[in-house]
């Protein structure tokens, strides 16, 4: 795929989250925080990064894989893939009803182009991920595995059984981000549960680890990317830590756990697009 | 629809079952000090929160950790605490199944395991949530008591009778709201089966959400002159063996009925207190071994054929077979 401009991503990006909203909007139900916050991370690895076709095959051969392990932040994945052509647009409005391939949380089971893996129990996506990236060292195939969790999500004890399992065996063709938004269900994740030094712990694991400061500034969020893949093939797995802010876009959603998992009324939603500028044409 | 029949349960009020359990909580902890509870990032969708509010220092939030939590339940129980575990049922059961095997069956700890947004009825967030398995894994669990209550003041009811009962608990409920038609002023004694309906054609066994369900059918098929008998089973394990037999001897047929696979749920242990002691025709209303869904709780139920038509079908099936 061609690869957009920084100015082309933000333009998708504005659109992107029209999108997230119109569709959590339409079924009252569904997760806009974190996708919001998510949005740069997605339009740039789509639309930039991944080398990918959207003339989808489960195996994936010789492309680049992206995993979601935190599958909650689904609405954000399904536009970005259905933007990057995997497929219709219209079918956005299916989400979360019933007889739709666009499931609460990603799911295989209807064939929904692009999704290779059901996510939606949390701290599973990384050690599938690290699988895929075997997989390919067996091959020889070139491609890169990438993965996304969210930080709550940290407190399973698999990532770090997956964290440990990694380094040890050398997987250097992948990138997982973690979306260090600081929020989960429950409250703020320092109040939760905390997480203390993630840097630390990661490297102690013996990742190569990187920090994206800005993780809703498109420009940013593509140099950690682009960094992130020169660290490749050293030994090492990649780990990228991914500020952003839960409800970024929208003025009354952003920083705030209130809004992980629930839907804006109509008048909230006409107040949020009103803050975003259609860019793509809404679907 | 409903509103025009005659059923003999009636509903002014609607409520979810995970309310019921959060208020059935914080009762158990106001009358015993022992109590204590815990929970994995889901205090508001388990409804914990006034007992975290009233009892803070017997409160723990774990985290997304519910491999953890269910040890320190077994653990906390050791020195005399009654640990209340309170996560989604998919992560209350396959997520832990053998740290609950291991420190809690094996061991005869006395944890109570509660669920909540268990089955099809949880919704839009679909399969991966749905689980429509736990009941079979935890029955299939020695020392497990299983029990899936119907309505609010049922799980209400249930919670606290489970904080003075001694062993390990699976409770299971719910996240939609769901018409209130028992009493508030419930016994709740574990393993009795509750005969809500008399009748003399077939007997409808239901649990969960679908006791509604069978209070509708019941109605229905009085319509069509056939005479059901409904009757509750809130505990799935210990089975009320002696209640199915007797109510099987009296109609010769039956139908189970629940929001769970047909492997490993009510209709399984149903069917096997029968073929042991008294083989009648049974009929199934549950989900033909498949994954759910996104849906609305209605939609669902009707597509995977779990509502009170699917119920009348099956009994007329049964008696058929009579
Ligand atoms: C194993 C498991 N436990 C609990 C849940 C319920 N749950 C869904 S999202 C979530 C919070 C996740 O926090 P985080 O990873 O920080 O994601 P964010 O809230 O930032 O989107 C929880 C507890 C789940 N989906 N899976
Ligand atoms: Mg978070």
Redesign the pocket.
């Known amino acids: 795929m061609e690869k957009l401009s920084t100015e082309q991503l933000k333009k998708t990006a504005s659109q992107v989250r029209r999108d997230i909203l119109r569709m959590v909007h339409e079924v009252q139900s569904g ?1 806009p ?2 996708s919001l ?1 998510c949005t740069e991370f997605f339009v740039a690895l789509y639309f930039n990064q991944l080398n990918h076709n959207n003339d989808f095959k489960i195996e994936g051969k010789g492309e680049d894989l992206f995993f979601l392990s ?4 689904s609405p954000v994945w399904y536009s970005v893939l259905a933007r990057s052509g995997y497929f219709d647009t219209a079918e956005l409005k299916t989400f979360r009803k019933i007889n739709s391939r666009l499931q609460g949380h990603p799911a295989t089971e209807e064939g929904l182009p692009g999704i290779r893996i059901a996510s ?4 599973q996506g990384l050690s599938v991920a690290i699988g895929a990236a075997q997989a390919k060292k067996i091959d020889g195939d070139e491609g890169v595995v990438y993965a996304l ?6 407190q ?1 004890g698999q990532i770090w059984e997956a964290a440990m399992y990694a380094p040890h065996h050398k997987v250097d063709n992948l990138i997982a981000t973690i ?1 260090f ?1 600081g ?3 429950d409250g703020p ?1 320092n109040v939760v549960m905390n997480l203390n030094d993630l840097k630390a712990k990661w490297e102690a694991f013996g990742w190569e680890v990187i920090d994206t400061l800005k993780g809703n500034d498109m420009e940013s969020v593509l140099a950690g990317l682009e960094y992130a893949r020169t660290l490749l093939g050293k030994g090492k797995p990649v780990l990228n830590l991914l500020h952003t802010e ?1 409800g970024y876009g929208v003025d009354f959603m952003v920083g705030t ?1 209130k809004w ?2 629930i839907a804006p009324s109509d008048e909230q939603l006409e107040n949020a697009l009103g803050q975003l500028e259609e860019t793509l044409g809404d679907y | 629809m409903e509103k025009t029949l005659d059923t003999k349960f009636t509903y002014t009020e609607k409520s979810d079952t995970r309310s019921g359990f959060g208020d059935g909580l914080l009762e158990a902890g106001r009358k015993n000090p022992n109590v204590v509870g815990l929970c ?3 205090i508001g969708s388990l409804k914990m929160g006034a007992f975290q509010k009233e009892f803070p220092e017997r409160f723990f939030q774990v985290g ?1 950790a ?1 491999a953890n939590m269910m040890g320190l339940a077994a653990g906390m129980s050791i020195n005399g605490k009654i640990p209340f575990t309170g ?2 049922a998919n ?1 209350s059961t396959g ?1 832990v199944y053998d740290q609950i095997r291991q420190s809690i069956a094996y061991s005869e700890k006395n944890v109570k395991i509660c669920a909540s947004h268990a089955g099809l009825t949880l919704g839009e967030d679909g399969a991966t ?1 749905q689980i429509l398995e736990d009941l079979g894994m935890m029955k299939m669990l020695p020392n497990m008591t299983v029990i899936n209550p119907c309505d609010y003041n049922q799980t209400k009811a249930a919670t606290m009778a489970i904080a003075e009962h001694h062993g390990p608990v699976y409770l299971r409920f719910g996240r939609p709201k769901w018409p209130i038609f028992t009493p508030s002023d419930q016994k709740f004694e574990i393993g009795k089966a509750w005969k809500m309906i008399e009748g003399t054609d077939v007997t409808i066994f239901a649990t969960g959400h679908l006791v509604w369900e069978a209070v509708v059918a019941e109605a229905k098929l009085r319509e069509e002159g056939i005479s059901a008998e409904v009757i509750n089973i809130h505990t799935i394990k210990p089975l009320d063996t002696e209640a199915i037999l007797q109510s099987v001897a009296k109609t010769g047929c039956c139908v189970t009925a629940e929001e769970h696979q047909y492997n490993g749920g009510l209709g399984d242990s149903v069917a096997q207190t029968l073929v042991r002691n008294n083989p009648a025709p049974q009929e199934f209303v549950g989900v033909d071994d498949s994954f759910g869904e996104s849906g609305t709780p209605t939609d669902l139920l009707e597509k995977y054929g779990l509502n009170a038509d699917n119920i009348v079908k099956a009994a007329k099936k049964a008696i058929g077979r009579k």
């Open positions: 997760h925080g974190a916050g935190n599958g909650h932040i939606g129990s949390l701290g969790m969210g930080d709550g999500e940290q399973e979306d938004n929020q989960q269900i994740t839960m756990h992980h998992g | 994995a990032d889901l997304i519910e996560t989604f992560f997520r949530h």
